[in-house]
Each structure stands twice: as structure tokens, then as C-alpha cells.
């Protein structure tokens, strides 16, 4: 693109719950990262409400764009592109962030950029590698990268390599039904946790025994399911299920009659949403349900992720989405990593979860590709990422 440019991008993010602006110079420099989040207004649903979700990200865009704007110190005048997720996500919460993109651009007459949220989140660990590479002696990820996005929507495995300045993405693992965030999110409800669940779990689960609670992951039948879904079936190829686990926790729940303690929670939590009350109203059995919960999904994420990393020749891992942020998670990934002398990278926690600094690093190789979005650019909720081996959306 234009050798005068300044490099600064502005990157909008609408897809879920949370509303965001970030500029990013150069694809490598945050100056300001804003989010504005909607737990509160979801969380008496424990899930996000679609409707109200697309209310609030209009209600925040305008504050929001304003404050990317002032804590990066810069004018709009002083970017260099508009760059928005266009999907996957809720389709009215995706429009929202796209119209004001759109709008903005052409009032700006600045080149508009979409992104696909999922190859943001693998570009929240290149921009923090990025950061920390800059003026020390951290050296970049060597590729190809195996990235796992583990998120609210997505349990997804991405072989990443770079051509240049261009990115590509070789879809090369899915979950067959839910989401590891979601199963976080759906076992922490159905013990009376707040929403969302995941920092609940991670908060709790140190105070409970991990091996307590045998949970078992059901071998998901690799040739059936490549069967169903169209793919090769020689291909190398990864799938998760998260659903079965969920229904496990639900029935221990039933078997031990945990009940009135879940309402009892239930209702202090609403009172009082704190993690010492959480922990004052949880018996020891809750709490080894939540540590071995936990345990188990962590551990067939590693498996899986170690296995496929190996299968493929994958030279590093990237693992982000917002149960990168959990802390066990980050132990064993780290721990599995040194023992098989492989780089791995994590964004920090304000980068795992969703956020617009990611989108506008992410658009930095398609700016200088000029690689520009339409004037008809609109919503895809259900975006895919790469080629490869499965659909990239959740299907629940
Ligand atoms: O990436 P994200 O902010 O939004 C989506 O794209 O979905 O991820 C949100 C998900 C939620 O399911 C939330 O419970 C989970 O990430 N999460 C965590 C933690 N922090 C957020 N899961 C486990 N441990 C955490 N510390
Ligand atoms: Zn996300």
C-alpha cells in the first residue's frame, strides 16, 4: 500500500459479547486496546442474549471508537484503514461493528478491512510476540505453527504458515458439537456459578482434587465423522467433543443429590458475585467436581493438540481464545511443551479473550496485500477459516 502511510489501523470487534476498538501500528504496536464488556447485561441469562447483545454493542461502538481513538493519541484523519470482524459470530451483533466500519471508511475515505474473528485470535499471539521481540532477543515462532483457538464458539486446530507477507490456514481439527468454553460456560451454570463460567472454574478448581471425579472422553470415530462431514479419509485430522462431559457433570450432580446446594449458591452469587462467597458455598464434592472438570478437558485439549502438533511437524503452538486465558491450561501446555522442546506462545490474558487489537493486526498483512474488503461487505456468522478438514463454526 502507500509508502507514506503511518501504519496505524483501527480494528472494530462486534461479534459476541463484547464491543471493542483498538489501533495497532504496523500490525506489531497496541496503542490502545478498549473493550467494552456486556457481562453484566447477559449474565442474570447466564448466556448471551442475542437481541440485547446487538443493543449494547450500539449503545458502546461510538464511546468506544472514541476512547481507541484518544488512548492511542491519534485523529481519524491519522489512519490508515478501518478494519472489522465480519464474521463468525451473531449475525446482528457482526452488524453492528460492520455498518460503523463501513460508514466510517467511506466518510474517512480510508480502505476498509474484514477479518475473520478466528484468524484474529491467532494474530493476538503473533502481536504479542511481536511486542516482546521488539528490542529484546525473543525470536519469532518458527513455522509452520499448529494454533489451537479455544474459545466460547470454537475449538478449532489451524496449521498456519507464511508466504511473505500473506497468512494461510490449514483447518486441521473442530469440535463435533460443543465448544471447550462452552462446556466451561454450561457446567458452571448448571452448578449455580456466575457467567461466564470459565473464570469461575479456573478460580475454583485449585481448591479441589482433580482426580476425584473420573471423567472419560468417548473416542470420537475419526472415519465416521470424515464420512459425514465430506472429508478426506486419509487425512490427518482432529476432533473434539465436549458435550459428553457435560451431560457427565449434570448427571453427577443428579446421583449425588448436589441440588439444593446449586440453588443455595445460586442465590448467594446473585447477592454477592465473589469469588471468597463462591468458595464459602461450595462443599468439598462441588469443588472436586469443578478441579476434575477441569482436569479432563485440559487434558484432552493437550493430547489432542500434542498429537496433532507431532502428526503434522508442526515447529510451534499458538494457543489463544479465551480459555487460553485458564491458568491450568497454560501449566500443562507449558510444562508438555518443554518436555517435547517446543516453542509455545500465549497472548496475555487481555489478548486470549475477545478484543480489537487482534483484528487490526491481523489486517496489517492484507493492508500491505491490499487486500481490501467491498463496499458490500455484511455479516457471515458462520465464516469458516482455511481449508481443510471440517465446518469452522460451532454447529449448536
Ligand atoms: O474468545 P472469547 O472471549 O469469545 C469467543 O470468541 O467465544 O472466549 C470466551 C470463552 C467463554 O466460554 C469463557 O468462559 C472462556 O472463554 N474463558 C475461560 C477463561 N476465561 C474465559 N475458560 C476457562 N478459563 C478461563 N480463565
Ligand atoms: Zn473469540
Same mark, same amino acid.
Given at each position: 500500500?502507500?509508502?507514506?502511510?503511518?501504519?496505524?489501523?483501527?480494528?472494530?470487534?462486534?461479534?459476541?459479547?463484547?464491543?471493542a476498538a483498538a489501533v495497532v501500528r504496523r500490525g506489531t504496536e497496541t496503542l490502545s486496546n478498549v473493550v467494552a464488556s456486556q457481562i453484566a447485561t447477559h449474565s442474570p441469562y447466564g448466556g448471551v442474549v442475542p437481541e440485547?447483545?446487538?443493543?449494547?454493542?450500539?449503545?458502546?461502538?461510538?464511546?468506544?471508537?472514541?476512547?481507541?481513538?484518544?488512548?492511542?493519541?491519534?485523529?481519524?484523519?491519522?489512519?490508515?484503514?478501518?478494519?472489522?470482524?465480519?464474521?463468525?459470530?451473531?449475525?446482528?451483533?457482526?452488524?453492528?461493528?460492520?455498518?460503523?466500519?463501513? !460508514?466510517?471508511?467511506?466518510?474517512?475515505?480510508?480502505?476498509?478491512?474484514?477479518?475473520?474473528?478466528?484468524?484474529?485470535?491467532?494474530?493476538?499471539?503473533?502481536?504479542?510476540?511481536?511486542?516482546?521481540?521488539?528490542?529484546?532477543?525473543?525470536?519469532?515462532?518458527?513455522?509452520?505453527?499448529?494454533?489451537?483457538?479455544?474459545?466460547?464458539?470454537? !475449538?478449532?486446530l489451524y496449521l498456519v504458515r507464511r508466504q511473505g507477507d500473506t497468512w494461510t490456514y490449514r483447518n486441521v481439527g473442530h469440535t463435533v458439537d460443543d465448544a471447550a468454553g462452552e462446556a466451561f460456560d454450561k457446567v458452571a451454570?448448571?452448578?449455580?456459578?456466575?457467567?461466564?463460567?470459565?473464570?469461575?472454574?479456573?478460580?475454583?478448581?485449585?481448591?479441589?482434587?482433580?482426580?476425584?471425579?473420573?471423567?472419560?472422553?468417548?473416542?470420537?470415530? !475419526?472415519?465416521?465423522?470424515?464420512?459425514?462431514?465430506?472429508?478426506?479419509?486419509?487425512?490427518?485430522?482432529?476432533?473434539?467433543?465436549?458435550?459428553?462431559?457435560?451431560?457427565?457433570?449434570?448427571?453427577?450432580?443428579?446421583?449425588?443429590?448436589?441440588?439444593?446446594?446449586?440453588?443455595?449458591?445460586?442465590?448467594?452469587?446473585?447477592?454477592?458475585?465473589?469469588?471468597?462467597?463462591?468458595?464459602?458455598?461450595?462443599?468439598?464434592?462441588?469443588?472436586?467436581?469443578?478441579?476434575?472438570?477441569?482436569?479432563?478437558?485440559?487434558?484432552?485439549?493437550?493430547?489432542?493438540?500434542?498429537?496433532?502438533?507431532?502428526?503434522?511437524?508442526?515447529?510451534?503452538?499458538?494457543?489463544?481464545?479465551?480459555?487460553?486465558?485458564?491458568?491450568?491450561?497454560?501449566?500443562?501446555? !507449558?510444562?508438555?511443551?518443554?518436555?517435547?522442546?517446543?516453542?509455545?506462545?500465549?497472548?496475555?490474558?487481555?489478548?486470549?479473550?475477545?478484543?480489537?487489537?487482534?483484528?487490526?493486526?491481523?489486517?496489517?498483512?492484507?493492508?500491505?496485500?491490499?487486500?481490501?474488503?467491498?463496499?458490500?461487505?455484511?455479516?457471515?456468522?458462520?465464516?469458516?477459516?482455511g481449508r481443510g478438514s471440517g465446518q469452522a463454526t460451532n454447529p449448536l
Amino acid at each position: 500500500m502507500s509508502t507514506s502511510s503511518t501504519g496505524l489501523i483501527l480494528g472494530i470487534e462486534s461479534s459476541c459479547d463484547e464491543t471493542a476498538a483498538a489501533v495497532v501500528r504496523r500490525g506489531t504496536e497496541t496503542l490502545s486496546n478498549v473493550v467494552a464488556s456486556q457481562i453484566a447485561t447477559h449474565s442474570p441469562y447466564g448466556g448471551v442474549v442475542p437481541e440485547l447483545a446487538s443493543r449494547e454493542h450500539l449503545r458502546n461502538i461510538v464511546p468506544v471508537v472514541r476512547e481507541a481513538l484518544r488512548e492511542a493519541n491519534v485523529g481519524f484523519g491519522d489512519l490508515d484503514a478501518v478494519a472489522v470482524t465480519n464474521g463468525p459470530g451473531l449475525a446482528g451483533a457482526l452488524l453492528v461493528g460492520i455498518s460503523y466500519a463501513k !460508514t466510517l471508511a467511506y466518510a474517512l475515505g480510508k480502505p476498509l478491512i474484514a477479518v475473520n474473528h478466528l484468524e484474529g485470535h491467532i494474530h493476538a499471539v503473533l502481536l504479542e510476540q511481536a511486542q516482546l521481540a521488539t528490542g529484546s532477543d525473543v525470536k519469532p515462532l518458527p513455522l509452520p505453527a499448529l494454533a489451537l483457538v479455544v474459545s466460547g464458539g470454537h !475449538t478449532h486446530l489451524y496449521l498456519v504458515r507464511r508466504q511473505g507477507d500473506t497468512w494461510t490456514y490449514r483447518n486441521v481439527g473442530h469440535t463435533v458439537d460443543d465448544a471447550a468454553g462452552e462446556a466451561f460456560d454450561k457446567v458452571a451454570k448448571l452448578l449455580g456459578l456466575g457467567y461466564p463460567g470459565g473464570p469461575w472454574i479456573d478460580a475454583l478448581a485449585p481448591h479441589g482434587d482433580p482426580y476425584a471425579v473420573p471423567f472419560s472422553f468417548s473416542q470420537v470415530k !475419526t472415519k465416521a465423522h470424515l464420512k459425514t462431514h465430506g472429508g478426506p479419509a486419509n487425512s490427518v485430522a482432529t476432533f473434539f467433543s465436549f458435550s459428553g462431559i457435560k451431560t457427565a457433570a449434570l448427571r453427577y450432580t443428579q446421583v449425588h443429590e448436589m441440588a439444593s446446594g446449586i440453588e443455595r449458591r445460586r442465590a448467594g452469587l446473585a447477592e454477592e458475585p465473589s469469588v471468597i462467597k463462591a468458595l464459602m458455598l461450595c462443599d468439598h464434592q462441588t469443588l472436586d467436581l469443578i478441579a476434575s472438570f477441569q482436569r479432563a478437558v485440559v487434558d484432552d485439549l493437550r493430547r489432542k493438540t500434542f498429537r496433532a502438533a507431532a502428526a503434522l511437524g508442526a515447529a510451534s503452538l499458538l494457543i489463544s481464545g479465551g480459555v487460553a486465558a485458564n491458568r491450568e491450561l497454560r501449566v500443562r501446555f !507449558t510444562a508438555e511443551a518443554e518436555n517435547h522442546g517446543v516453542p509455545i506462545a500465549f497472548p496475555k490474558a487481555a489478548l486470549s479473550t475477545d478484543n480489537a487489537a487482534m483484528i487490526a493486526a491481523a489486517a496489517w498483512p492484507k493492508f500491505l496485500a491490499c487486500d481490501l474488503a467491498s463496499p458490500s461487505l455484511s455479516a457471515e456468522p458462520s465464516l469458516s477459516l482455511g481449508r481443510g478438514s471440517g465446518q469452522a463454526t460451532n454447529p449448536l
